[in-house]
Structure formats: C-alpha cells, structure tokens
C-alpha cells in the first residue's frame, strides 16, 4: 500500500487546514485509517482514527471538538482531517496509517504515510 500525505502549511492561530491522505494498492474500505502527530522533541501521539466504513471515529482529548476526521471510499481512497481552531501546540509532523482495525490503529500498527508539516503560529 502507498499513503499519500499532503496538505500541511504554515496557519496563523485560530485558523483552518485540511490535511489528506490518498490510498493506493489495497481495499479502501477494509482498512481503518488514522493520523498522528510528532513534534520536534517529543513522541508521535494518536491524533484521530476512523473505521473502515467511516461509521466510528476516535479523536485524541487535545483535539476533540477541533479536528474532524473523515473518509472518501467511493471515489477517491481518501481520509482527511480537518483541523480548525489550531493552536502553536499542534505544530507538529503530521502521519497517515492504514490498519486492519482502530484497535491497530491506536497502537501504531500499519502502514504510514510520509508525514505533512503543520506550523501554527502566534
């Protein structure tokens, strides 16, 4: 499988970005899909998770109410992550996985993608 990341950019705080992540080479809709997020220094951290159908999501506590995750399995082989209200602490690297379940999801089991750089500033 290949994962395509893209849409990260530098965004004032309180703003908006809508970062993607295209999927090639396997069933779309089989897999979970997830992103998470590595600032400079520090560990890569569960951003948001979706299942295979788009019926269940997962969102971190930091971002809840902030970041929508989302999926195109008609037409695209797409998950996005809208990310509004950002904050200088979601500057970070920004990573797609695929899984075989949210469960591998959460626990960093799968496939990435090649991180997109998001910067937040003040």
């Known amino acids: 499988v290949q994962l395509q990341a893209s849409g990260?950019?530098?965004v004032q705080a309180g703003g908006s970005l809508r970062l993607?992540?295209?999927a090639s080479?396997?069933?779309f809709s089989n897999y979970a899909m997830g992103w998470f997020r590595q600032a400079p220094g520090k560990e890569r951290e569960f951003v948001a998770a979706i299942s295979g159908g788009g019926?269940?999501?997962d969102y971190a506590d930091s971002v809840k109410g902030r970041f929508t995750i989302s999926r195109d399995n008609a037409n695209k082989?797409?998950?996005y992550?809208?990310?509004n209200s950002?904050?200088?602490e979601d500057s970070a690297v920004?990573?797609?996985?695929?899984?075989?379940s949210m469960r591998h999801v959460y626990s960093a089991s799968g496939s990435w993608g090649q991180g997109t750089l998001v910067t937040v500033s003040s």
């Open 8 to 10: 990260g950019g530098l």
């Open 20 to 22: 993607s992540c295209a």
């Open 25 to 27: 080479g396997r069933t």
């Open 55 to 57: 019926g269940s999501t």
């Open 77 to 79: 082989n797409t998950v």
């Open 81 to 83: 992550l809208q990310m």
């Open 86 to 88: 950002l904050k200088p």
């Open 94 to 100: 920004y990573y797609c996985i695929l899984g075989n």
